[in-house]
């Protein structure tokens, strides 16, 4: 087997056999592969597609490229949610121990921000303290101790998918269907969750831009997980504008905190109880209530001891970054579009994002909404704030948001996006 003749099968519009599959994964894997035929192959799959078998093969010879975890042992069920990435999404924040206050075991092996979309582990390296790298062990005890864990993938889990990953994000193959689907679903099987939702998003600040990719993608994904007898479900979830009212790491602990304290923004509590619920139900636990469980301040007391439990201290002064910059409303009217990608990108100018794997985040930086789409506004009055550790940047993040924040005449009539599309 070469590598020149599997991306020859591909580039033809040709399958790849079982054969081919496992040879080229296992053999990327080992370094036998280079990345230049890698990053060929992945064009040619943008490109040409695969079908859903050969998606299936991918996705196992991924999973058999490291090693796979084994949750039995717990006495609780477990269950995992993952979003497809979007602006201000903190929802894993007040989700993981909202679900463990539920009676779940919830192992969320969560990632970092590349591009205008954050990362969980980003925000929460915001409290002083708090570690995501935990040994396989350690994320045991967190997890018979609290129920929740939220922590980084360890190295030995699906490592073709971290190669891939890393190459992809660098020769513009992230946005393939079946790459997207296959990289996902290699680590959800592979850490041996019971159960899965799957929160795909949808829209401009979403790697699937309309609803009929957004479902291709979550029945791809779907049919994975069931296959390898992981109970999956999606939901198809609005990524047009940014989620609650505040995009940045620090900035997101502490919207979470008050979603955990009963209050924050209509628009996160709403789909962190969807989520719930989906989850809940997913690893059979029928008579629970996270409405309830959030009011009662019982999902609060699982956040702050799966904080601490890794190293946080939960009562610390989060991060604020040194310098604020406030964007006015220029005309009076109804705020139409505060579009994802652009507040998105300009956070990410502004420090609370990387531009390479290496660099390092802002914990202050980021954006705080004063206005959501469907609010009237008077001109004068403030849209949003901008922060930064570094001043030069604000010109770059206003630069991001050109375009991106629309406001029509007075009463003009505004249709809101749902949260949940399906
Ligand atoms: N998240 C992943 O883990 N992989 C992708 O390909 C895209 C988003």
């Given at each position: 087997?070469?590598?020149?003749?599997?991306i020859?099968?591909k580039?033809?519009?040709?399958?790849?056999?079982?054969?081919?599959?496992?040879?080229?994964?296992?053999?990327?894997?080992?370094?036998?592969?280079?990345?230049?035929?890698?990053?060929?192959?992945a064009?040619?799959?943008?490109?040409?597609?695969?079908?859903r078998a050969?998606?299936a093969?991918?996705?196992?010879?991924?999973?058999?490229?490291?090693?796979?975890?084994d949750?039995?042992v717990?006495?609780?069920?477990?269950?995992?949610k993952?979003?497809t990435?979007?602006?201000?999404?903190?929802?894993?924040?007040?989700?993981a121990?909202?679900?463990?206050?539920?009676?779940?075991s919830?192992?969320?092996?969560s990632?970092?921000?590349?591009?205008?979309t954050g990362?969980?582990?980003?925000k929460?390296?915001?409290?002083?303290?708090?570690?995501?790298?935990?040994?396989?062990?350690?994320?045991?005890?967190?997890?018979t101790?609290?129920?929740?864990?939220?922590?980084a993938?360890?190295?030995?889990?699906?490592?073709?998918?971290?190669?891939?990953?890393?190459?992809?994000?660098?020769?513009?193959?992230?946005?393939?269907?079946p790459?997207?689907?296959?990289?996902i679903?290699?680590?959800?099987?592979?850490?041996?969750?019971?159960?899965?939702?799957?929160?795909?998003k949808?829209?401009?600040?979403?790697?699937m831009?309309?609803?009929?990719?957004?479902?291709e993608?979550?029945?791809t994904?779907?049919?994975l997980?069931?296959?390898?007898?992981?109970?999956?479900?999606?939901?198809?979830?609005?990524?047009?504008?940014p989620?609650?009212?505040t995009?940045?790491?620090?900035?997101?602990?502490?919207?979470?905190v008050?979603?955990?304290?009963g209050?924050?923004?209509?628009?996160?509590v709403?789909?962190?109880?969807?989520?719930a619920?989906?989850?809940?139900?997913?690893?059979g636990?029928?008579?629970?209530d996270?409405?309830?469980?959030?009011?009662?301040?019982?999902?609060?007391?699982?956040?702050?001891?799966?904080?601490?439990?890794?190293?946080?201290?939960?009562?610390?002064?989060?991060?604020?970054?040194?310098?604020?910059?406030v964007?006015?409303?220029?005309?009076?009217?109804v705020?139409?579009?505060?579009?994802?990608?652009?507040?998105?990108?300009?956070?990410?100018?502004l420090?609370?994002g990387?531009?390479?794997?290496?660099?390092?985040?802002?914990?202050?930086?980021?954006?705080?909404l004063?206005?959501?789409?469907?609010?009237?506004?008077?001109?004068?009055?403030?849209l949003?704030t901008l922060h930064?550790?570094?001043?030069?940047r604000?010109?770059?993040?206003?630069?991001?948001l050109?375009?991106?924040?629309l406001?029509a005449p007075?009463?003009?009539?505004?249709?809101?996006?749902?949260i949940?599309?399906?």
């Amino acid at each position: 087997m070469d590598a020149v003749s599997v991306i020859r099968t591909k580039r033809d519009r040709g399958r790849l056999t079982d054969a081919q599959i496992d040879w080229v994964i296992d053999a990327y894997t080992r370094g036998e592969v280079a990345d230049e035929q890698m990053s060929a192959l992945a064009m040619a799959i943008l490109l040409n597609g695969m079908d859903r078998a050969e998606i299936a093969r991918w996705t196992a010879a991924m999973i058999d490229s490291g090693e796979r975890m084994d949750f039995s042992v717990l006495p609780r069920p477990t269950a995992d949610k993952h979003s497809t990435g979007g602006v201000g999404d903190k929802i894993t924040l007040p989700l993981a121990p909202l679900v463990a206050a539920c009676g779940a075991s919830v192992p969320q092996l969560s990632g970092r921000g590349l591009g205008h979309t954050g990362g969980t582990l980003d925000k929460l390296e915001s409290i002083p303290g708090w570690r995501a790298l935990l040994s396989n062990d350690e994320m045991m005890r967190v997890l018979t101790d609290v129920g929740a864990v939220v922590c980084a993938a360890g190295d030995g889990l699906a490592p073709a998918d971290k190669k891939l990953y890393a190459l992809r994000d660098v020769t513009g193959t992230v946005e393939a269907i079946p790459l997207i689907a296959s990289s996902i679903m290699s680590k959800k099987i592979a850490e041996g969750t019971g159960s899965l939702v799957l929160d795909v998003k949808v829209g401009t600040g979403a790697f699937m831009k309309s609803l009929e990719d957004a479902r291709e993608l979550a029945s791809t994904m779907v049919g994975l997980g069931t296959d390898h007898g992981v109970k999956t479900v999606a939901l198809l979830t609005d990524m047009s504008t940014p989620l609650g009212r505040t995009i940045g790491n620090a900035l997101e602990v502490r919207e979470s905190v008050e979603v955990l304290a009963g209050g924050g923004p209509a628009d996160v509590v709403e789909l962190t109880l969807a989520l719930a619920r989906e989850m809940l139900d997913a690893a059979g636990i029928e008579d629970a209530d996270p409405a309830k469980a959030l009011a009662d301040g019982s999902a609060m007391d699982h956040w702050r001891r799966m904080i601490a439990a890794q190293g946080g201290d939960p009562d610390a002064t989060l991060p604020v970054a040194r310098e604020q910059h406030v964007i006015n409303a220029s005309e009076t009217g109804v705020l139409t579009t505060l579009d994802a990608y652009a507040v998105g990108v300009a956070s990410w100018r502004l420090g609370a994002g990387r531009a390479r794997k290496e660099d390092p985040v802002q914990a202050g930086a980021g954006i705080e909404l004063h206005a959501k789409p469907g609010d009237t506004v008077t001109a004068g009055q403030p849209l949003m704030t901008l922060h930064t550790d570094t001043p030069e940047r604000f010109a770059y993040a206003i630069e991001a948001l050109d375009g991106g924040v629309l406001v029509a005449p007075p009463g003009t009539s505004f249709e809101p996006q749902p949260i949940v599309h399906d």
